[in-house]
């Protein structure tokens, strides 16, 4: 091998959250010939952040099945840990887990339901190394035809103008707010019920708080 570039790659792993002096020295790698290539003795400083868990249910109005992908996010308020993190669902049951780093004077996450059709729901959540975090089932209401988290007039028209077909056509979504192959007075319900309600934003946690 001539020139830069990378033969080799150690790695650390820690099991206890804390912050490490690591040092290594004596390694060696071989050539074919073989001969010795010694390794530079080297230390390093290593921080090893603990988990949280964090789990929940949540369902989505009008619907008997509950989510089982990709609604629930959490994001990091400092931006020191950058996700995504996987989420685990148990679709019979409409529930969700995923585990994110914390540290050990706790790490504050902005926690995130949101599904198509439906108002997203958001809240603040701090947690440390080792901690479990059961959250409050939520239900995320539905009507937001042309997903742009407000159930507005163009909601209503959208649902309207396909009434009774099996053509849910909405520019951005579906009129089909509740999946069951049709728009009916379901979907109009629904949609009714929560006009003028808006989807908070990540720094507006009302009028829906999870």
Not at 60 to 85: E, K, N, S, W
Not at 157 to 165: A, L, P, Q, R, V
Not at 167 to 196: E, H, M, Q, R
Request: aromatic residues 8%; proline residues 8%.
């Amino acid at each position: 091998v001539s020139g830069p570039g990378t033969l080799g790659h150690i790695v650390f792993t820690g099991a206890t959250p804390g912050v490490y002096t690591v040092t290594y020295q004596g390694a060696l790698m071989s050539d074919p010939a073989p001969a010795a290539i010694p390794i530079i003795t080297r230390t390093a400083v290593i921080t090893v952040y603990g988990q949280a868990t964090v789990s929940g249910i949540v369902k989505l109005q009008g619907r008997a099945t509950p989510i089982t992908a990709g609604p629930v996010t959490m994001v990091d308020t400092t931006g020191l840990f950058v996700g995504p993190y996987a989420t685990t669902y148990d679709a019979s049951l409409g529930t969700f887990s995923l585990n994110v780093p914390a540290l050990a004077a706790g790490t504050t996450y902005t926690l995130t339901a949101d599904h198509d059709l439906y108002l997203g729901r958001y809240k603040l959540l701090t947690v440390t190394p080792g901690g479990s975090y059961a959250q409050p089932t939520t239900t995320l209401r539905g009507g937001d035809a042309n997903n742009d988290e407000r159930v507005a007039i163009g909601d209503m028209t959208c649902i309207g103008n396909t009434f009774g077909t099996a053509v849910p056509t909405c520019t951005g979504g579906s009129s089909d707010i509740n999946a069951d192959g049709i728009v009916n007075i379901f979907d109009l319900v629904i949609a009714g019920g929560n006009y003028g309600l808006p989807g908070p934003g990540p720094m507006d946690f009302g009028p829906m708080p999870w």
